[in-house]
């Protein structure tokens, strides 16, 4: 049967439940959010004189959540307007609203008792064939639904999403005793297709796949910690980037989900899974059972492994759990001579077989903990899933590891693996001799651009399910290339679509890749139909390369990098007015000169995590890669009769100089840099790339002619430049602004209004390039500007001077 996802009920509104329900808005779904009644008024609810039966006290608690959960950062919603799609109400009241919605899904209090009350209840109004399901973190199914009547059973299943809802890509689909096969094969798709997750059908065990593997993985490295006599800013420094982790690593992250919420799952791991091999391990260390004792949580307590003071000059300063004295000190700086070794290596994959060899403290530690690990996830199949991959697409969406354990294992060797293993005191599973036996010495491998995984079921080789609609970078990189050089990579995406992939450092705009993109655009032109601009690193682009400019302005090469940003400006014309469709794919940071490259596609494909902005001004100049000139003709299409033209042209004069970024790519749409009506947003950031190659081969099918340059951007000359100089003045006498903003705003000004023009006037795209690249090569003279941008480079962040 064909299912539509059009309402669904949320029941219960904590933060789990909020981050749900905003997130289901976020993908256009109606979403009705209920909580329980509240039992007593507050005193704020007695002064005004109002009762327990008052409407506003019924739906305090599910109020007062979601308009926390909203005000929250990050935020949960990509849009505030997307709210307006959460209505609310309470158990008591509207619980019989449920008949009219297509799902609901349970994220109450993780008690079985609560729970099944909750679920008899809904059984009694739901209507026969609506999905319905556990947001349980590791309750078993199997007892939830206990008693309940053969249509829900049938249509009940658990779906754990991961915390936060919004942005943590991992949903784990766990079926009951008499779930349909159809509600899993349904939920597995709608979860990637819609919500944007990476769907895992798990086993019914107890944590699932996730939990199960993370957790362990946690409490191995609390055990080590005293046994290799770590500090925790030792350990945070071995478990992030540097080996694909998130920043906040290991016990940042435990202090920002809460050591209750660890605890927790430690110990349900550890008293429902007493055939585990390593279930001593789920025993809290002294210095964990201490923290817990002492309510030492984390942010939520306000102090965990981390806590934050104020000193006597009113500075704040982050302070460090001793694990020995368990008291707070200053925070000491961690250092490996073997992650030195691995600072030229910029794929994290490649770090591991160094990492592993290192003579020192470090090398130690990763031999011990990925050898644990390697053996405990090998004896998780068949408990927790029949698929070594679902574990690492587990690991990899759920906890943010760049690499799950079986992709870190054959970056190491099969038999390395094995022998780390062994010196951990542990043994591998035996399907894992026996897959050696069989000559197959890989876990996974890359043929004809697809994944393929070893089976164990089968004993053999096979295709990775559920890779048609995606297009995987790294599986064609190799075959598919068509040209490279050190900035970027094309590849052929079939089709006669090309792709150009950045793979400069950070993916920054340098010489290379500029041509790179000119290349990739002849190369179009003349053998293929259109061109993708997308990636699959972390970020599109973080922006131009500063440091190039840097150079150049300290040696005063001024006729060289006029040159250097014409050249930027002419790349991005070129891409603009080419023969062929170009589609950009933006993802995660597009900065600077990666939004300019984004506003100069025929169309964007935007990732719903775009994060995107013009924010040259940080830097002590104005975009100069065509992005105050394309502001400046949006600006003039926008302006229709009877507008209020300077207002308009104000609005998008502010987008550039308070260098906002959205926060999502919905609201790029409200700066303008993207464009309703003709740009669009994925939700699953692993489709991005074949829908960018769709809607290049549609515009192709179409019939794509070349456009023809803009001669008639209307700019408004003194009105609006007078109109502008009033503004910064303004603001510099009030102190919001430094003399060198004021000096930067003040160039932009000059270029949006067209120069001094003596009244409103139609004017080329070259006209407002030279007016941009002047402006910008004069502020590249300024000692203030060269301080910005050296302070960036060094400190990564802005100076205000």
Known sequence: MNRHINKVAVIGSGIMGSGIACHFANIGVQVLLLDIVPRELTEAEKAKGLTLEDKRVRNRLVNDSLTKALKSKPSPIYHKDMASRIQTGNLDDDIARVAEVDWIIEVVVERLDIKKQVFEKLDAHRTP??????NTSGIPIRFMNEGRSDDFQKHFCGTHFFNPARYLKLFEIIPGPKTDPEVLEFLNSYGEKYLGKTSVVAKDTPAFIG??????????????????????EEVDKLTGPVIGRPKSATFRTVDVVGLDTLVHVANGIGENCPDDERKELFQLPEFIQTMFDNKWLGSKSGQGFYKKVSGKDGK???????????DYRSRKKASFATLELTKSVDMVIDRFPILIGGKDKAGEFYRQTLGALFAYVSHRIPEITDALYK???????????????????????????????????????????????????????????????????????ERKPGQDAFIILDNIRESKAVFKNSGVVVEDLGDGILNVEFRSKMNTIGGD???????AVDMAEKDFRGLVVGNQAANFSVGANIGMIFMMAVEQEYDELNQAIKYFQDTMMRMRYSDIPVIAAPHGMCLGGGCELSLHADKVVAAAETYIGLVEFGVGVIPGGGGSKEMTLRASDTFQKNDVELNVLREYFLTIGTAKVSTSAYEAFD???LQKGKDVVVVNKDRQIATAKAYASLLADQGYTRPVERTDVKVLGKQALGMFLVGTDSMQAGKYISDHDKKIANKLAWVMAGGDLSEASYVSERYLLDLEREAFLSLCTERKTLERIQHMLQKGKPLRN
């Open 671 to 673: 700066t303008g840099i």
């Open 211 to 232: 939990n199960r593997i993370g957790i362990f993985s946690i409490m191995s490295l609390f055990h080590a910690v005293k046994e290799m006599g770590l500090t925790v």
């Open 129 to 134: 064939g609506t999905l319905i399901s556990s």
């Open 391 to 461: 574990i690492d697409d587990a690991m990899k969406a759920g906890f943010g590891w760049e690499h799950g354990p079986f992709q870190i294992w054959d970056a190491v060797g099969l038999d390395k693996g094995i022998a780390l293993a062994q010196e951990a005191g542990q043994e591998v599973a035996a399907w894992v001799n026996t897959m050696k036996d069989k000559g197959v010495n890989a876990f996974y491998e890359v043929r004809e651009g697809a994944t393929y995984f070893y089976d164990i079921d089968a004993g053999s080789v």
């Open 513 to 519: 890749v500029l041509a790179g993109l000119n290349t």
């Open 316 to 326: 704040s300063e982050i302070l460090t759990l001793d694990l020995d004295s368990m």
